[in-house]
């Protein structure tokens, strides 16, 4: 199981990225939980400004990863980027929590901590910067190595941050803790990360910024990136039904909830790994449709549960699906734009923000014509659909082989 960690860790780029990764996840993991408590209860904030605050964030986030991702590749230099970008998660934290007031909280929610968001992407597009090098068949498992750290950031992260503020008066510390995670991240890619890798002659490109944008409007591009956010959305719809189902339908409790969360995210880790082992062998395509259709069938099974005892037992299954759209779709967005690392990587922030935006509306949609179970099964309809499109489209090409 841990053969694939080694392969990647022996590497110090990709290294040093793994474990920035899982300091930015550890960023959102101790804010995110606890940020619409400080919002609403400790600024004030409406429930509507505040969803229009998340709106707002959430599109500059894509902005600076699309921009940032164009700009970088033209440079031939992620590095740069990473130390700027980290700085942003620096200020952004730091000015929520020492500010300590509506003004500075907005500021840091839409102008900075957008902007380190883009973080994620720009370590994957070093990751595969680097990799160009490495024997083809590795990429997947090294990416999915990376991704399951930033699971792992959100099993351990947020019971802990909730322990530690448990008889704090208010939630606002857990951005000094974001602030501190967000400085290793400074410190790894300043006087950790090679300042050159072998491939960074290679990298650099003289392709204008508009040609590049063009890039992500072809045709087969947005179709694809449409079918894998379809997927994608499952995981969205399943966030927002699996509370409720699990406390109205199935008659269990928030606990229940909490537990089956935390199950399920242990499950991610282990099954990332498999996923990243099978990839090589049974093609990016079909790894992702097998997975997404596995956890369609568990968004169905949601659906049609009635007691707390089937909730648990649809953690295995849960766990198995939910770590292949994880981690899956990240080399295959990459490929989509496989000459471009920073360009390409960018659309992990693109499909996250369409997937959110898409689960929006079926939520929306199940709600009305049905109740959380016909929605549960609903967003497994779509994303089925997501997979018969990447199927469709790119089921024929032979998988790669060790």
Known sequence: MFSMYAAAFRHAPIRVCAIAIFFFGFAGAATS??????????????????????????????????????????????????????????????LIY???????????????????GALNSLIFANVRAYSVTLPGNELAGINAAVR????????????LVGMVLANAGSML?????????CLVCFGLFQFALPRKLPSEGRLKTEIQFLSSLRRVAR?????????????????HVNAAVLPLITTEAAGGTLTDVG???????????????????????????????????????????LGLSSSPLHIYALCLISGFGAAAIISLPITYLQELIPDLAGLGSSLISVNLFISAGLSSVLFGF???????????????????????????????????TN
């Not at 500059?60 to 990473?82: E, T």
């Not at 500075?104 to 902007?115: K, V, Y």
């Not at 510390?173 to 995670?181: E, K």
């Open 148 to 159: 399951a750290m930033i699971s792992l950031s959100w099993v351990l992260v947020p019971g």
């Open 33 to 94: 939980p606890f940020q619409s408590v400080i919002a609403i209860q400790e600024f004030g904030l409406s429930d509507a400004a505040y969803s229009a605050v998340i709106l707002f964030a959430a599109i500059i986030n894509v902005i600076a990863s699309v921009v940032i991702g164009i700009f970088s590749d033209r440079l031939g230099d992620y590095r740069r980027a990473l130390i700027i970008v980290s700085c942003f998660g620096i200020a952004g934290s730091g």
């Open 259 to 301: 537990i089956v969360i935390g199950i399920v995210a242990v499950l991610e880790i282990v099954f990332i790994v498999f996923w990243g082992r099978m990839e090589p062998k049974l093609g990016s395509v079909v790894s992702i449709c097998l997975g997404a259709a596995l956890y369609t069938v568990y968004l169905v099974l």
């Open 219 to 235: 045709p087969g591009v947005l179709v694809r990136l449409l079918a894998i956010s379809l997927i994608t959305s499952m995981l």
């Open 98 to 116: 020492f500010g300590a007031n509506t003004v500075s909280f907005l500021i840091g929610l839409l102008a900075l901590l957008p902007i380190f």
């Open 366 to 400: 199940g709600t009305y014509v049905s109740g959380y179970a016909g929605t549960s099964m609903i967003g497994g309809l779509a994303g089925l659909l997501g997979v018969a499109l990447v199927y469709g489209l790119d089921g024929r090409k032979p998988a790669a």
């Open 173 to 181: 510390p857990a951005y000094l803790i974001s602030m501190s995670a």
